[in-house]
């Protein structure tokens, strides 16, 4: 039987499909109460650097600022980051990762090592396509800013 889908289509399919079944294999090595949305936060401070402000991350993660508020609001209550008022606004809220954060964040990259390499051990080119991924990113990005 043919497959009457685009190849485009198949594409973002299995991203999707594979980001689904990531983030479950993600869930399962987080601490109690930390959800993968949330690590995503831990994810973007750790790597991108903080001090953003909730409407930024919201705006990064496409989410309603009331989401991320929620997402924040969980995240402080278990000390991995903190909320500041703004030096410069006090209208404005700044968000930073604390060292428990971080080690929240660096011990789940650490955990899902062994996973990840199982699962992509006789997989060949992974990292080939990863320029092409970046370069997908980055123009959907920009589309979505644009």
Known sequence: MQDHRSNLFRV?????????????????????GVHPSQ???????SRLG?????????RAFQVPKASMTN?????????????EVHPDD?????????????KVFVDTVAAMEGPIAEIAAD?????????VLERLRIKMDAARDG
């Open 12 to 32: 973002f399919n299995e991203i999707g499909i594979i980001h689904q079944l990531a983030t479950a294999e993600l869930a399962q090595r987080l601490p109690d």
């Open 39 to 45: 690590f995503g936060l831990l994810s973007n401070l």
């Open 123 to 131: 997989i060949d080119g992974l990292v080939d396509i990863l320029p």
């Open 90 to 102: 006090a209208r404005k809220k700044l968000v930073y990762i604390t060292d428990a954060g971080r």
């Open 71 to 83: 997402s924040l609001m969980q995240l402080e209550k278990r000390g991995l980051i903190r909320v």
């Open 50 to 58: 903080d001090g953003k402000t909730p409407k930024d991350l919201a």
